[in-house]
């Protein structure tokens, strides 16, 4: 493996990849899970069931919402694990963790956490995102997704995509479709609205595929197979070919840029969408890759299964 990742290496030298350290770090309570940002803040959900609320501008933590403790298989009080997080406007939604192994749902607003679903209802929710002010789309590891009104309290639909488990979905910028995946490594593009599946992608992953992105109509994928693919929006597909596997990818917001964990040092590749080309290799990353966040087109977050939170900008050194 080590001749593999210096060769690797030597290529992407000769290629003028650029080689960035963060501009700074974060610190969290806990490993992070998944993160969301919106107008200079940042919220980090970790596995220590605890929400961290981060202002981009002075680099400083401002709150902590800490969830309720559950009940483990022996009785005794954890701190549960956040899965997911979803912002719309102001209100922030939460899945994490519940007892015996289910889920549980929250929507944090005006600094009052509620929960909506609990584990009472047996459900392994994976992930979820808001729809609209009053609806919420979720994921189940059953690979069933269902369709939530928070007003009525009631599921509008739930349907089966194929009898392989969830891995990871994407929204579209307008809210109107996802772009979910599996262990089977297909990619489906959903309506929304109905659940119904209006696209299945050519199917370039051959295994498992851990995340996908969704931006200005280009999907990207990281896959057990070490292939992260390119569904391009004027229809094309190609790979990139690692030799590791690959975690966590993202896309900038104008799916121009992707952006993949690639190697067992837990390094960053950024790369060109439409010309392929490999452009910068971020490092500092100290455990497992969760998640990848473009803030714009220059500016990323990268987090792993430490508390430690990267910050990069692309073509700027420190």
Known sequence: MGKLYLILFLSMACFGLETLKPLYSLKATGGVQSIVSKDK???????????????????????????????????????TKIYSLDLFENTLLITSEGEGGYRDIYIYKDKKLERIIDAKSKLITQKANFVSKEQIILAFLSNQIALYDLKSKKYLYTKQLSMSSFSHFMISEDKTKIVSTDESGIVRIVDIKTGKVIKQLPALNLDKVYQVDYKSGVVLTAGQDRKAVVYTNSGSSYRLDFNFLLYSCALNPKGTRGAIAYNEQNEVLVFDILTKKYLYNLIGQDATMTQILFINDKELIVTSDSEKINYFKLGEKK
């Open 41 to 79: 803040l940042l919220y980090a959900g970790t596995d220590n069931g605890t929400i961290d609320i981060f202002n981009l501008s002075n680099k400083k933590k401002i709150n902590t919402i800490k969830l309720p403790k559950i009940k483990d298989f022996t009785g005794e009080n954890i701190n």
